[in-house]
């Protein structure tokens, strides 16, 4: 289903931003920017990406960073990518067919007189790309995530959107117009950055708490195929039925006479409606079972993923730190890992775990 599915909210908006010549005080930051384009590219530059213990330029001695993570706040973010497109890649000369081809180096007239064109964008766009876990992927419920992630973000947003078309710098007006911008310029997205169903449904990941596996997607599909396809075995039934008769010598004289005895038509009659109505009849079935998102998959959200990232990272310090070792005795290694278990906690999803934004489970100085 096109920008939701399996519990995850695929967000895609191509923003157009201002012209060359627009006021300088609208959008420049910094004295350096000669254009919005150049100005925004710098703006985002400057943001953290990702969250390391120090930066060049940052005390080593403290234990936060200087500036925080700008997602790292929001508990429903996966995936987040904001990109200044100037223009769109030329994919080469558009192939046609190769017998009109073919037959276009012998006959003249044919020849094809019009060039390929290439598209260009009529201005630069601020893509944002943002996967974020959403419930039913209803217009509510992404409102509700971008609410959260305006307060958040309030001061960052601010500054990168008011290099956007139709953003307002009034306080009272902000927030509103960064919903209307996101919503009003999405485009359908196929494509999502958080994919772990297939790591879920491979592992057969185990609920915490109670034990018990992640129920199957239940459906009535095959009463609906049944119900469909029921006109065509009729008519075959029938059919069939109709040909034994006629192969048991009954009607042989009026089949040398008439193609299509009087007997056979309502048959064939038949068979006509039940090969015309049961494509009427799956085709809707299909478009609806195809635009039907796939179920949310235990442990694929934020935290349990967060969860998942950090018993991995712990996990295999744990299996570094048992190769080196010198002298420990074989037994100690089942008390290893129960002291493993006891402090990772594995069925607790709150802590200890991965922070937001961080490349590794454990940083030197990282409290346990």
């Not at 992630?149 to 710098?169: A, F, K, S, V």
Request: charged letters at 20%; a neutral charge; glycine letters at 6%.
């Amino acid at each position: 289903m096109p920008s939701f599915d399996a519990g995850y909210y695929s967000l895609t908006s191509l923003i157009p931003l201002l012209p060359e010549r627009s006021d300088p005080l609208l959008w420049r930051w910094q004295p350096r920017a000669s254009t919005p384009v150049h100005s925004l590219r710098e703006l985002l530059d400057s943001l953290r990406s990702v969250d390391v213990p120090e930066l060049p330029g940052e005390d080593p001695g403290r234990q936060q960073v200087a500036r925080p993570l700008p997602f790292s706040s929001n508990p429903r973010t996966h995936f987040a990518r904001l990109v200044v497109v100037e223009d769109i890649a030329y994919n080469g000369r558009q192939r046609g067919d190769t017998l009109l081809d073919l037959l276009r180096g012998f006959l003249p007239a044919l020849q094809a007189q019009e060039r390929d064109v290439a598209d260009h964008l009529p201005c630069s766009y601020l893509l944002v790309l943002l996967d974020f876990d959403c419930p039913d992927g209803s217009r509510g419920s992404v409102e509700a995530y971008l609410n959260q992630l305006w307060h958040t973000m309030e001061q960052e947003w601010t500054l990168i959107l008011r290099h956007c078309i139709g953003y307002e710098l009034n306080p009272c007006r902000r927030r509103q117009s960064f919903l209307s911008l996101i919503l009003r310029h999405e485009i359908e997205s196929t494509f999502s950055f958080c994919s772990y169903n297939w790591a879920a449904q491979a592992a057969r990941r185990w609920r915490p708490g109670d034990g018990l596996f992640a129920p199957p997607r239940s459906g009535n599909r095959p009463a609906l195929l049944l119900l469909a396809t029921l006109p065509l075995l009729l008519a075959l039934v029938l059919l069939i039925a109709v040909l034994i008769q006629g192969l048991a010598g009954i009607g042989s004289l009026a089949l040398a006479a008439d193609p299509i005895p009087a007997w056979r038509r309502p048959a064939l009659l038949l068979l006509l409606a039940g090969l015309i109505l049961t494509p009427a009849l799956l085709w809707p079935i299909f478009l609806r079972r195809a635009n039907q998102p796939w179920p949310a998959q235990v442990g694929t959200d934020l935290r349990a993923i967060l969860k998942a990232l950090y018993l991995q990272g712990r996990f295999l310090q744990l299996a570094e730190d048992w190769q080196n070792r010198s002298g420990a005795p074989e037994d100690s290694l089942r008390q290893t890992f129960r002291s493993f278990l006891e402090e990772a906690r594995p069925h607790d999803l709150r802590a200890p775990t991965l922070r937001p934004g961080r490349l590794h489970a454990v940083h030197p100085g990282d409290p346990p």
